[in-house]
């Protein structure tokens, strides 16, 4: 059987592992950058495309993703202020890992209910 992980950089890999489900980690992360991905920008466009997610969190869940430098929050001053919310450049490449992700978690949900 072939393994998965390469011996000699486990250590690394495995840190490198745990700082990916830290900035990615959670229920609502994942569904955030798919939203925005999708191109929904705005704070309240956001919340209504994730069923069953709170102000608050949608809130300290963009702040964690600005952080870690996944999205950018832009703030036009004009009336009533307009704020956005976009992939930065550096993120981009994750909607690989995303789509990625999704067609793993289809083939799951099949293997799952085939039963």
């Known amino acids: 059987m072939e393994k998965c992980i390469n011996i000699q950089q486990q250590e690394v890999n495995t840190q490198a592992l745990q700082d990916t489900i830290y900035v990615i980690g ?7 950058i798919y939203s925005i991905c999708n191109g929904n920008k705005r704070f ?42 976009e992939f930065t450049e550096y993120a981009k490449a994750y909607g690989i890992l995303i789509n990625e992700m999704i067609e793993w978690g289809k083939k799951h949900r099949r293997v799952i209910t085939a039963k």
């Open 26 to 32: 959670g229920k609502w992360k994942l569904p955030i």
């Open 44 to 85: 309240r466009d956001i919340e209504r495309s994730i069923p069953g997610i709170t102000t608050r969190m949608l809130s300290r869940n963009l702040r964690e993703l600005e952080d870690n430098k996944l999205i950018t929050r832009t703030v036009y001053p004009d009336s009533p202020v307009l704020v956005a919310y």
